[in-house]
C-alpha cells in the first residue's frame, strides 16, 4: 500500500472538488421541487344566451309563384322576353296566333243556325200535336154525347120492356078468365077468340121490346169502348204535346247555349297574348320558340318572386304542444352561424299519417342568397335564456363526467394554478357547450395546452381575451 501525502493544495482542490458536487446536488432538489409554469391562454367567462333549439331540413317556397299556360290553343307568333328576364305585373311575354280559335267562332256560329232549325222542327211538330190533341178532344166531346144518348135509349127500351111484359102478363090473365068462362058457357067463344089475339100480340111485342133493348145495350157498349178509346188517344195526344214543348225548349236552351259559346271563344281571341300576372324572374321556356304549338293548359314558362319565402318543415308531433306561431326560426349555414331569421307564420291543423309530423310554415324576406324549392338547414328557437358558453375543444372529459381548467391563485403565493372544476351541460349551441354548473361569470379559464394540464398544475398566463357570448 502507497500512501499520498497531502499537501495544502492537493486539500484545497479536494475541498473545491466536494463543495461543488454538494452545490450541484442541492440545485438538482430545488429545481425538481418547483416545477416551471405552462403558459397557457386564458379566457374570461361572460353571460350569454342559452337557446333551446330543434334543427330540421325544410324547402323553401317562393310566396309569389305562377306557372304561365295559354288560355287558348295557338302558334306561337313571337316571344318578347328571356329566360331570367325580371318582369312587372302586366307585361307581355308572348303572343299566339289565333287561328283554331276563329275557325271555333265560324264552327260556332254554324251551330247557332243548326240549333235554330231544330228549334223550328220542334216548334212545328209541337203545333201539328196541339192540333191531334184539339181533335181528339173534340171526337171525345161527341162521344160522349153519343154515349149518353145511346144509354136514353137504352133507358126508354127497358121501359118499353117493362110495359110489354106487364101487357103480356095482363093479356094472359085476360085469356085464362075468358077460356074458363068461355068453358062455362058464360061468354061466348068469340071473347075466348080476341083475348087468345091479345095474349099472341102481347108475347110478340115482349119479344121485339127484348130485341130492341138487346141493341140498346149494345150501342152503349160499343159507344163506351170507342169513347175509351178516344180518351186513350188524347192522353197520347197530351203526352206528345208535352215530348214535343221539351224538344221545344231544348231547341230553344241550345240556341242560347250556342250563342253563349260562340260569345265565349270570340272573347277568347283577345287570350292570344301571355303576360306576368305578377312581377318577378322568368323561367325555363320549356324548350318553347316561335313557331311551336301550344295548348290549352300547357306550361309554357313560370315566373317566381324570390323577394319573400316561406320554409316548409315538418315537426314531429311529440313537439306539437311546443308549437306555436310567431316562434322564431334560423335558417342556418354549413358552420352552424345563422344567415337569416324569420317568424312560424302556418300551422298545419292536420297530422301527416306517413311520418306521424306536422307541416309548419315560417316566413322570411329574402336577403338574395336563396333560390325556389331549395333544401336548407333551420333551427327552431323553442326557448332563450341567460347562460354561459364554453368552446367544447376545453372541455375535456374523465369516467363521463366533464371538467374545464379555471385559473386560480395559489394557496401559498400570488401565482396562477389552473384547477380542474367539474362542470354540468346541456346541449351544444354552435361550437360550445351550454353550462348549467360549475363555473360562474367572470371565471378565467385555460383555453390552450389543455392536455399538458393536471389539478394545480402552476400556470402563467400568456394572453388575455374575452368570451362574446
Known amino acids: 500500500m502507497i500512501y499520498k501525502k497531502f499537501t495544502p493544495k492537493n486539500l484545497l482542490t479536494t475541498i473545491s472538488i466536494i463543495a461543488i458536487a454538494i452545490s450541484g446536488c442541492s440545485q438538482e432538489k430545488t429545481e425538481t421541487r418547483t416545477p416551471q409554469p405552462i403558459p397557457v391562454s386564458l379566457t374570461t367567462l361572460e353571460r350569454g344566451n342559452l337557446i333551446d333549439s330543434t334543427e330540421y331540413v325544410g ?280 344567415i337569416i331569421s324569420g317568424n312560424i307564420s302556418f300551422i298545419s291543423p292536420l297530422t301527416e299519417q306517413s311520418n306521424q309530423s306536422v307541416t309548419v310554415k315560417i316566413s322570411f324576406v329574402n336577403d338574395g342568397s336563396f333560390k325556389d324549392e331549395k333544401y336548407v338547414r333551420a333551427r327552431l328557437i323553442w326557448d332563450t335564456k341567460p347562460g354561459i358558453l364554453i368552446p367544447t375543444n376545453v372541455v375535456s372529459s374523465l369516467g363521463g363526467q366533464k371538467f374545464v381548467f379555471v385559473a386560480k391563485p395559489s394557496e401559498t403565493d400570488s401565482k396562477l394554478t389552473a384547477k380542474q372544476i367539474p362542470i354540468t351541460i346541456g346541449g351544444i349551441q354552435g361550437q360550445q357547450y351550454q353550462v348549467t354548473s360549475g363555473v360562474m361569470p367572470g371565471d378565467r379559464i385555460v383555453t390552450s395546452r389543455i392536455l399538458d394540464l393536471r389539478d394545480n398544475t402552476p400556470i402563467t398566463e400568456a394572453e388575455l381575451t374575452s368570451t362574446n357570448n
Open 59 to 338: 324547402t323553401l317556397e317562393a310566396i309569389s309563384r305562377v306557372s304561365l299556360a295559354p288560355e287558348i290553343n295557338g302558334r306561337i307568333m313571337r316571344i318578347v322576353v328571356q329566360e331570367g328576364d325580371f318582369v312587372t305585373q302586366g307585361q307581355l311575354i308572348a303572343e299566339l296566333e289565333p287561328t283554331q280559335q276563329q275557325e271555333d267562332v265560324f264552327a260556332a256560329t254554324a251551330n247557332i243556325q243548326s240549333q235554330i232549325a231544330a228549334y223550328n222542327q220542334a216548334q212545328s211538330e209541337f203545333k201539328q200535336r196541339e192540333g191531334e190533341r184539339d181533335s181528339t178532344s173534340s171526337q171525345v166531346a161527341g162521344l160522349k154525347a153519343d154515349v149518353s144518348r145511346a144509354e136514353a135509349n137504352l133507358k126508354s127500351t127497358l121501359a118499353d120492356l117493362q110495359r110489354a111484359t106487364a101487357d103480356l102478363e095482363l093479356a094472359q090473365v085476360n085469356y085464362d078468365r075468358s077460356k074458363f068462362l068461355v068453358n062455362s058457357g058464360v061468354l061466348p067463344t068469340q071473347d075466348l077468340d080476341d083475348k087468345t089475339r091479345d095474349l099472341s100480340s102481347a108475347k110478340a111485342t115482349l119479344t121485339a121490346r127484348q130485341e130492341s133493348s138487346q141493341a140498346a145495350r149494345a150501342v152503349v157498349q160499343t159507344t163506351k169502348e170507342s169513347l175509351n178509346s178516344a180518351v186513350s188517344n188524347l192522353t197520347v195526344a197530351q203526352e206528345r204535346i208535352q215530348g214535343a214543348k221539351s224538344n221545344m225548349d231544348r231547341a230553344k236552351a241550345n240556341i242560347d247555349e250556342s250563342r253563349g259559346n260562340k260569345g265565349s271563344i270570340e272573347q277568347n281571341l283577345i287570350f292570344n297574348r301571355i303576360v306576368a300576372p305578377v312581377s318577378g324572374i322568368v323561367g325555363d321556356f320549356n324548350k318553347k320558340k316561335v313557331g311551336d304549338y301550344v295548348n290549352v293548359g300547357q306550361t309554357f314558362t313560370t315566373i317566381t318572386n324570390n323577394d319573400k319565402f316561406l320554409l316548409n318543415i315538418n315537426v314531429p308531433v311529440e313537439n306539437l304542444s311546443r308549437l306555436k306561431i310567431g316562434l322564431p326560426v334560423e335558417i342556418i349555414g354549413e358552420d352552424q352561424k345563422s
